[in-house]
């Protein structure tokens, strides 16, 4: 089965949490507290695997989860980090944001590993809160959740020639005379009900890869016929080759039928229209009647300044001119798409900052709940903007506010799970 979209939920693993434990051994009076840092949780990765053509796995798993991080032990001993998950993907698979789809990232290009959902950080073990005047933390950190993604899937095939035309115009045909690909052809319409992939070699070492899709029929942008989704795996295409049948056996008229598919290719995509195009005439062995409709279709290319190459895709006749004539043009071409990054991460939703719990301990400030966790998650502390907007959410949710009316002296340490600072008013 040919699936080209899935929507699916992505869960990375969540931090481990750090441990509370006291070195003890004989003859070593106060050993000091040894407790382990918790693992972090394991990251989720998309691959783009060359050997698959279609998303049909993610029909039937829409889940993908990967391992939470171990809390940390006795010893100094840090718990094992989450296996990361690596989900494989046909390459030309789109990233979308399932809520705004937005693309997040395009799996085209030959690249690594992407990381989609980012495991949360563990927290830390007692060991790290030793100072001189904190010499037995009887607290370590929570881990911190990992990142949750609700994502849509798209295939859009890479190819650098789409086929396009009427059912029946003979674009498997076409298909299996310039490539090794066996599409299925037969004398009835729609008889290709998903798109087929092959590679024409021109010359020494050089080639190109065509695509073939499913026929278009007038209306098919409001869902006549097969309707027009699986244009998308055109869409990325340097080159329409648009094949007409000029045979008129079927009464039909080849100028009607080339305009009546380029109305459905700019109520698809506008941009999808403008592509550059050749037309393949084809079924010129059939025109025992007269070439009228050829050239009829000829001085209307001509017009449009879009070259025609009549063809039999049964005889062959005349489809060397035309792969040369497409190998010719693709050089000029700029290369196939790939999709830039469009997402913006909305503000994270981090629930209501209500829920916050304050314990002192010595001149120590621990502060949990589950709005800070999230918020946490969210920043990275290491860099200077994160820290200011850091920093103004505690401020706007009113915790210092709080550990004021609780007694915070300056200069005491405000600790919430991996983050600790010095309190200054
Ligand atoms: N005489 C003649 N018949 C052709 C030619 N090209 C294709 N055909 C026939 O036309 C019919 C349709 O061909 P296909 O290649 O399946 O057409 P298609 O455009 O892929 O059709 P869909 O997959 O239904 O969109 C088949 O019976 C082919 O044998 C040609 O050049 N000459
Ligand atoms: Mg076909």
Known sequence: MFIDTARITLRAGRGGNGAVSFHREKYVAAGGPDGGDGGRGGHVYLVTDPGLSTLMDFRYRRRYEAADGQNGGTKACSGRGGADLTIRVPSGTLLRDAATGAIIHDMSAA????LAARGGRGGWGNRHFATATRQCPRFAKAGLPGE?????LELKLLADVGLVGFPNAGKSTLLSVVSAARP????????????NLGVVRVGEGSAFVVADIPGLI????????????????VDRCRLLVHVVDVSGLEGRDPVEDFDAICAELRAYSPSLAARPQIVAANKCDLLRGGDGPLRALTERLAALDIPVFPISGATRSGVDA???????????LPPV??????YIPPPPDLGSPG???????GRTWLVEGVWLARLLSNVNLSDYES???FDRMLRGAGLFHRLEAQGIAEGDIVSIYDCEFEYVR
């Open 111 to 114: 690249e690594g590993p992407y």
């Open 148 to 152: 949750e993604r609700d994502i849509v």
């Open 184 to 195: 299925k052809i037969a004398g009835y319409p729609f008889t290709t009900l998903t798109p």
């Open 218 to 233: 007038e209306g098919a942008a409001s869902g006549a016929g097969l309707g027009h989704e699986f244009l998308r795996h």
């Open 322 to 332: 035309l792969t040369a004539a497409v190998a010719a043009r693709l050089p000029s």
């Open 337 to 342: 798409t790939v999709y830039e990054d469009e």
């Open 355 to 361: 829920e916050m719990t304050i314990r002192c301990e």
């Open 387 to 389: 820290r200011m907007y």
